[in-house]
């Protein structure tokens, strides 16, 4: 309830917020409105969420260059082989640690055969614009409700699609899809 927690006219809802507040209300009290956060500091990310984040910034970066929606695969490819090193160095360089350069190789071939895929995707669907890590805010009966999208994509006439990248857990997000209760998908469409 809006009343219930001071300073709630200040909060603005995410995904990540009100997926906890339905599923783990005692962890949503104690993320949100007590503020109780734990140290980035403290561990290292998971494989799935490391790889996930630097696969998440090699596309981000991809289509912030500015003709990159008109390159062909190969081209996407090529601009992916030289980024990659950069992006590494700034957020994943957990794996130039001794014994990781498999890992490494691993990751290099999964997203730049995932990101050609998802390019040569975007061209066929006709494409007109991609926007990654677009900011996405609305008003609610509960308040301001935010996020960003992954990626925001125009279609001829304007349709838009939004794509949600995941490293990891395909089966269950299928599963979600199908039974049409993915619940980051559905609050971002209701947003746009």
């Known amino acids: 309830p809006r009343g219930a927690i001071r300073g709630w006219q200040?909060?603005?809802?995410s995904y990540s917020?009100?997926?906890?507040f339905i599923y783990n209300p005692y962890q949503w009290a104690l993320a949100y409105p007590?503020?109780?956060?734990?140290?980035?500091?403290?561990?290292?990310?998971?494989?799935?969420?490391l790889y996930?984040?630097?696969a998440h910034r090699a596309v981000e970066r991809l289509y912030?260059?500015?003709e990159a929606l008109g390159w062909s695969v190969d081209q996407a490819r090529a601009w992916f082989d030289r980024?990659?090193?950069?992006?590494?160095?700034?957020?994943?360089?957990?794996?130039?640690?001794?014994?990781?350069?498999?890992d490494r190789e691993v990751l290099r071939q999964r997203v730049r055969h995932s990101l050609g895929e998802l390019h040569r995707h975007l061209q066929a669907a006709g494409a007109q614009r991609v926007e990654p890590e677009k900011e996405l805010e609305a008003?609610?009966?509960?308040?301001?409700?935010?996020?960003?999208?992954?990626?925001l994509v125009t279609l001829a006439g304007n349709d838009q699609a939004v794509i949600d990248m995941k490293w990891s857990?395909?089966?269950?997000?299928?599963?979600?899809?199908?039974?049409?209760?993915?619940?980051?998908?559905?609050?971002?469409?209701?947003m746009i």
Do not use: C
């Not at 200040?10 to 809802?13: C, H, L, N, R, V």
């Not at 917020?17 to 906890?20: I, M, P």
């Not at 640690?97 to 498999?102: E, K, Q, V």
């Not at 008003?139 to 301001?144: A, F």
């Open 64 to 66: 912030r260059q500015p």
């Open 10 to 13: 200040k909060y603005k809802a």
């Open 17 to 20: 917020s009100l997926q906890n």
């Open 52 to 54: 996930g984040n630097l």
């Open 34 to 49: 007590a503020q109780l956060k734990a140290s980035a500091l403290l561990t290292l990310p998971s494989e799935s969420q």
């Open 83 to 102: 980024a990659l090193s950069d992006i590494l160095l700034e957020e994943g360089a957990v794996l130039f640690m001794p014994g990781r350069s498999a």
């Open 169 to 190: 857990g395909k089966n269950w997000y299928q599963e979600q899809i199908k039974a049409q209760s993915h619940i980051q998908l559905a609050i971002y469409a209701r």
């Open 139 to 151: 008003d609610t009966p509960l308040g301001s409700l935010g996020g960003s999208s992954d990626l």
